[in-house]
């Protein structure tokens, strides 16, 4: 079984930054490659950033690219995205996703999602 724990969504104004974390509890060796998707209102999910098990690749959405960075700690069992230069395009609920699959992409098999973290930013 594993569980994920997003925290650090928050209200945040136009250029700040905000870093989400998420916290991976298993019971056995199962996860791989990790991810964060988004959902704004009334949009589809979609992907923003993954990243491979030794934190030595990782893929990012052209919107992103260049004001997010997406990291883990293995041995902590955290996955962190650092959020900056912020927009109100940003808005959405962010989720924390897992692969047993060792490929950091957006079309990757992710078995596992967090229950999500809200972020909003103002204008």
């Known amino acids: 079984q594993v569980q994920l724990v997003e925290s650090g969504g928050g209200l945040v104004q136009a250029g700040g930054s905000l870093r989400l974390s998420c916290t991976i509890s298993e019971r056995t060796f199962s996860v791989a490659a990790m991810a964060w998707f988004r959902q704004a209102p009334g949009k589809e999910r979609e992907f923003v950033a993954a990243?491979?098990?030794?934190?030595?690749?990782?893929n990012y959405a052209d919107s992103v690219k260049g004001r997010f960075t997406i990291s883990r700690d293995n041995a902590k069992k955290t996955v962190a995205l650092q959020m900056n230069s912020l927009s109100p395009e940003d808005t959405a609920d962010y989720y924390c996703a897992a692969s047993p699959y060792n490929r950091p992409y957006a079309s990757s098999p992710y078995d596992y999602w967090g229950q999500g973290t809200q972020v909003t930013v103002s204008s």
């Open positions: 990243i491979n098990w030794s934190g030595g690749r990782t």
